[in-house]
């Protein structure tokens, strides 16, 4: 079986669609944001704050490359991992990539209680996710499929994506 690559933006349900993947095809999930606070040694919000966001994306594309070339597994790619090109390349050349999508309300409902989450800690964050969303559209429509998890729990996207892989 293929790997499968789960991206979009923050909020969308990545990580807790990713996981239940992981379990119902006894693959193993990884999350590149996770593997990137355990090997700093910090939160992500510390990173971009002490060290920047270049800083976090070139550990972050090292990170990409690792997982993408591992087996059996299922992936959530941090939100802004598909804005390089050679991560793109790298989460496809394996792998199924599909794109889980929300609208700017739901992903600020679901994460509005998260002060990790540096992209958004600004005066405005549902215009910042409308902004953020739509630079980042194209990047998102290289997808495979995409999946608008709005109004869905987290049972039914996974049961979607193994009709999309045939399971």
Known sequence: MKNIVLIGFMGTGKSAVGEELAKLLKMRFVSTDNIIEQR????IVE????????YFRKVEKVVVKEVSGLDN???????????DDENMANLKRYDVMICLTATPKVIYERTKDYKHRPLLNVDNPVEKIKQLLESRAPFYA???HQIDTSDKSVAEIAKEVLEIIHV
């Open 40 to 43: 700093e040694k910090r939160p």
């Open 47 to 54: 990173i971009f704050e002490k060290s920047g966001e270049p």
């Open 73 to 83: 597994i299922v992936i959530a790619a941090g939100g802004g991992a598909v804005l």
């Open 142 to 144: 290289k997808a495979d």
